[in-house]
Nanobody, 122 residues
Framework: QVRLVESGGGLVQAGGSLRLSCAAS????????MGWYRQAPGKQRELVAG???????NYADSVKGRYTISRDNAEKMVYLQMNSLKPEDTAVYYC????????????????WGQGTQVTVSS
């Protein structure tokens, strides 16, 4: 019913920048929270940055001041601008969204993208 498709990952040198994008499509009435998570090899998936439908944002301490999350509600997009990248930022980055399908069903459902690899070389 819903797809989240990430793009923008790749290989970058330490100190460089990347911008991730995530597009939501399908049967969507509204989107509540959207966020980016990451999972490095051998580690648990962790929240990197989140944003509410009202525009509030939150960040993991490890990325504060370097990453910026933004969203375009009309286009059903969420972005993650990543600056001053470090080798420890290397991970698969996943988009997440809480999506309501119809006006008649007030529930929000949790969706994930397939992930995009970000590799930062030293």
């Amino acid at each position: 019913q819903v797809r989240l498709v990430e793009s923008g990952g790749g290989l970058v040198q330490a100190g460089g920048s990347l911008r991730l994008s995530c597009a939501a499509s399908g049967i969507i009435f509204s989107i509540d929270a959207m966020g980016w998570y990451r999972q490095a090899p051998g580690k648990q998936r962790e929240l990197v940055a989140g944003t509410t439908s009202g525009g509030s944002t939150n960040y993991a301490d490890s990325v504060k001041g370097r990453y910026t999350i933004s969203r375009d509600n009309a286009e059903k997009m969420v972005y993650l601008q990543m600056n001053s990248l470090k080798p420890e930022d290397t991970a698969v980055y996943y988009c997440n969204a809480q999506i309501r399908h119809t006006r008649s069903d007030p529930r929000y459902y949790d969706y994930w993208g397939q992930g995009t690899q970000v590799t930062v070389s030293s």
